[in-house]
C-alpha cells in the first residue's frame, strides 16, 4: 500500500514537472513573440523617421542653408502697388505647382505687392508642404524672397487705380484658409492663384482665365496671370548671393 501511494505521489510529481515545463515553454515562446513584436514596431518607427525625414529634405519648402536669393531690396526699387511677383520656390508644392502651366512652367508660386509703414509685402496663399495648413497672410517680401530660387515681377494691364482696388481686394482676403483640394469654385478657401482671381473679379471682372485640367482637378494655372495680355513683365531676377 505504502509502494502503491509513493507511485501516485511519484506520477503527480512527474505530471505537475511536465505541466510547469510545458507553461514555462509556452510562455517562452509568448514571450519571444512579444519581443519579436517589439522589436518589429520599434523597426518600423525607426524606418518611418527615417522616410519623413528623407522626404521631409527632400521637399521642404525651405531653402537648403546659405542657398542664394533674390535681392529684396532691388525688387523693392521697381515695384507698384498691386504689382504680382512671382517666384520658383522650393518643396513638393512648388514642383507640382509649376505643372500646372502648360504654356510657361518658370514659376511655382505667386502673391501680390502691396506697401505699408513697414515695408513692401508679399499677399499670397500658402500651405506648410506636410501638413497642408496655412491661409491668406502678408508676408515680408525679404522672406518671400529668401524662399526663392528667382522672381519675376509684373504688372497688370490696367490704370492705377484698378491696380490699388486688386491690392485692396487682395489684403481684405488674409485670414482666408488655404485651399488644400484645389477648388477655384468655392472661394471659402483660397490657393496661390485663386486669391488673384477673386480680388481681379472685383478690379477688373472683365477679365476671365481658363482653367486647366491637372492630376484630374481643373486648376487656375500659373501663366494665366503673366500671359502678355494680362500683365507685363517689369523684371526678373535670378538668385543672388547673400
Known amino acids: 500500500m505504502q509502494q502503491l501511494f ?15 515545463l510545458k507553461n514555462s515553454s509556452h510562455n517562452n515562446k509568448s514571450g519571444r513573440r512579444i519581443l519579436w513584436l517589439i522589436c518589429a514596431g520599434i523597426g518600423c518607427l525607426l524606418l518611418s523617421g527615417i522616410t519623413i525625414s ?21 525688387v523693392t526699387a521697381q515695384v507698384q502697388n498691386g504689382d504680382l511677383i512671382f517666384r520658383k520656390g522650393y518643396g513638393f508644392w512648388a514642383e507640382r505647382f509649376e505643372k500646372t502651366s502648360k504654356r510657361d512652367q518658370r514659376y511655382s508660386h505667386c502673391g501680390v505687392l502691396r506697401p505699408t509703414s513697414q515695408g513692401w509685402v508679399v499677399i499670397h496663399a500658402e500651405a506648410d508642404d506636410i501638413t497642408g495648413r496655412g491661409e491668406v497672410f502678408a508676408e515680408p517680401i525679404e522672406n518671400f524672397c529668401k524662399k526663392s530660387r528667382y522672381i519675376g515681377v509684373y504688372r497688370l494691364n490696367l490704370p492705377p487705380e484698378a491696380r490699388r482696388y486688386f491690392s485692396d481686394a487682395a ?45 484630374g482637378v481643373k486648376i487656375i494655372p500659373l501663366d494665366a496671370f503673366y500671359n502678355p495680355e494680362v500683365a507685363r513683365c517689369i523684371f526678373f531676377q535670378d538668385a543672388k548671393e547673400p
Open 6 to 20: 509513493c507511485y501516485i505521489n511519484s506520477t503527480r510529481k512527474n505530471q505537475f514537472l511536465h505541466n510547469t
Open 54 to 74: 528623407v522626404l521631409y529634405i527632400r521637399y521642404s519648402a525651405i531653402p537648403p542653408e546659405n542657398a542664394p536669393y533674390p535681392l529684396f531690396d532691388v
Open 171 to 215: 489684403q481684405n482676403q488674409c485670414g482666408v484658409p488655404f485651399d488644400y483640394l484645389f477648388d477655384p469654385e468655392d472661394h471659402k478657401k483660397l490657393y496661390c492663384t485663386e486669391l488673384l482671381l477673386v480680388a481681379l473679379q472685383e478690379a477688373a471682372p472683365q477679365l476671365h482665365f481658363a482653367r486647366e485640367e491637372y492630376c
